[in-house]
């Protein structure tokens, strides 16, 4: 994950007059084809975007061909996730991206689901770091669980 200061005044970004609301931006993001063809679903948004849970279910969309979840959906449906909560969550004056996923871990995925949660002193940290930085980077592990809680993928983002 990428994040530069003072780039928002030289590419000013469609959101920034008017932040959505959480639920709003669940269907906007839902509605997004790229999202949509990951298969996964975001089921909550907090209402200070500190937390995004989503829901990918094994289905004839994201199965591979030995019957797991396919490696595309895992990243797709993780990719967007801390972009757009940092985003919200550092305001305007800040640019986001993602850059390509370092290693992970896999094992047997069916139906997962995860949460992504951020702590304020992880914003208070980026906000440090790019006083004296032009820009940070930071990598971010998302465990996507089934619903016995094991634990089916490990990602890096």
């Avoid at 200061?5 to 007059?17: E, N, Q, S």
């Avoid at 994201?62 to 967007?80: E, H």
């Avoid at 949660?117 to 930071?138: F, K, M, N, Y």
Wanted: proline residues 7%; contains cysteine.
């Amino acid at each position: 994950m990428r994040l530069e200061r003072g780039w928002g005044k030289v590419f000013p970004r469609r959101w920034d007059c008017a932040r959505p609301l959480p639920q709003a931006a669940v269907l906007v993001v839902q509605s997004f084809p790229c999202y949509r063809g990951t298969g996964a679903r975001l089921r909550y948004v907090a209402p200070d975007w500190s937390e995004i849970r989503i829901e990918l279910p094994l289905s004839r969309r994201t199965r591979n061909y030995v019957g797991t979840i396919f490696g595309g959906s895992l990243y797709g449906a993780v990719d967007p996730i801390y972009m757009i909560m940092l985003i919200h969550r550092l305001g305007p004056e800040f640019v986001c991206g993602t850059k390509p996923p370092p290693s992970s871990s896999r094992s047997r995925a069916g139906d997962s689901a995860g949460a992504v949660r951020d702590s304020g002193l992880e914003l208070a940290a980026i906000r440090a770091s790019l006083e004296t930085q032009r820009s940070v980077d930071r990598v971010y592990t998302v465990e996507l669980a089934d619903a016995a809680g094991t634990v089916c993928a490990r990602l890096k983002r």
